[in-house]
């Protein structure tokens, strides 16, 4: 087996553009060259590639882009099937639409099949690395990772864990949270690309016998990721001081449990206290702003820019079934209006990083995915607006690559998604696979 050569225009983040000038790199007559193992070989105009590796396949794509898988780093895969639901603000949202939709998935069988859906429709938007709040229903969750496992894609997940403030169905003990994680974190050892998160759901569903075994957990499997929910709303955070009064602030109820480090993802952080990034910042967790689930409950605007200036990470999550959809394509387009209206402008660069090199740097991930760096993972997909008579016209106008990609960002979606790959394999297609 040798090379496979793609080409297209090529757009990703040689590094921090928040930080760095210069860091979007685009190739218009580009090639990715990509080895047997499924990573990067070369990156670079196509005669270099081609006189760098003759005689080798090629798959031209035209005028297509090729981009760096997407990395949605908050979504809800016992939600699959609650998008656009009613509800007044997320508490009302969860009781009236979420807990009844996520008690289905005790049926194994449902759940396989939703798991399988649910891979190939992120593959299909392009997105490459997931990390998702799994089911309370340990079979839901060993079937989500086997299609994960079996598509390619890269998944982090884990059980979502609640005991109190919810429908009987959907809580476990501390014991049944115990034994099932464990089964989990052993399933995903056999697979590289399948990473666990011990998933507290929020402050609000667990009492703090089931968060000190999440620390417990978390002390005896390091390599495991953390994520839940922080300061989404202002009833959720006035809940939440009246439940834990002992604690100075929401991120504290966490942090006396030991959850923090710099694996842990917290999803929103809208309502986030001076006093909480600083405790942010210095145990280096993970913040994922959910622009369109934000909207969509209602719950406020994301200030980016203080987290930033704390130094934190920030990841891009669609929250999907709060999300209204499953592109993180389009969710960028909606992280940007919400700087907008906060008076915080981002340029091309720095949008599309926030859901490539942004995401897999925020989930530890930057030396295997997030831009095409040679010996990285084959991990992109093909954006083919030509089909798009509009869109095309649109772009034709741009006088500048740079103009068209930050044309692409607000009007492309996943319907201009042609072709997925992972790890250099074919793992999604709008034509049949
Ligand atoms: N907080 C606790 N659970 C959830 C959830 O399922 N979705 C969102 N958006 N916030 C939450
Ligand atoms: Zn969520």
Partial sequence: MTEIIHTGTIAHLRSDPFAEENALEIIERGALAIDPSGRIASLGERKTVFDAFPETQIVDHGNAWLIPGLIDAHLHFPQFYATAGFGNGLLDWLDNTVYPAEARFADATFAKTAAERF?????????????????????????????????????????????????AALLGTVDQAADATEKLIALCRENPRLHYAITPRFALSCSPQLLELCGWLLKHHPESYVQTHINETRQEVAAVHAAFPQNRHYLDVYDSFGLLSERTVLAHSIYTTEAELDRMAEVSCVVCHCPTSNAYLGSGLFPLRRH??????????????????????????????????????????????????????????????????????????????????????????????????????????????????????????????
Avoid at 138 to 154: K, P, Q
Avoid at 334 to 358: D, M, P, W
Wanted: charged share 20%.
């Fill in 308 to 433: 930033l200036e704390h130094g934190i990470r920030v990841a891009l999550g669609t929250d999907i079934g709060a999300g209204t959809q499953f592109s993180v394509w389009r969710e960028l387009s909606e992280a940007y209006k919400v700087q907008q209206l906060q008076g915080f402008c981002l340029n091309a660069g720095r949008l599309f990083y926030l859901a490539t090199l942004g995401g897999a740097k925020a989930l530890g991930l930057e030396r295997e995915v997030g831009n095409f760096e040679t010996g990285k993972n084959a991990d992109f997909f093909v954006l083919d607006y030509e089909e798009d008579r509009y869109l095309a016209a649109r772009l034709n106008r741009c006088e500048s690559a740079a103009e068209q990609l930050f044309c692409l960002l607000h009007l492309a979606d996943e319907r201009h998604v042609d072709s997925t790959y992972v790890q250099g394999r074919l793992a999604a297609s709008r034509k049949p696979l």
């Fill in 119 to 167: 891979i190939e429709h992120l593959l299909a938007c392009g997105t490459t690395t997931a990390m998702a709040f799994g089911s309370q229903f340990y079979a839901a969750n060993a079937a989500l990772f086997e299609a994960a496992g079996r598509s390619g894609i890269r998944l982090i997940a884990g059980m979502t864990l609640m005991d109190r403030n919810a429908p």
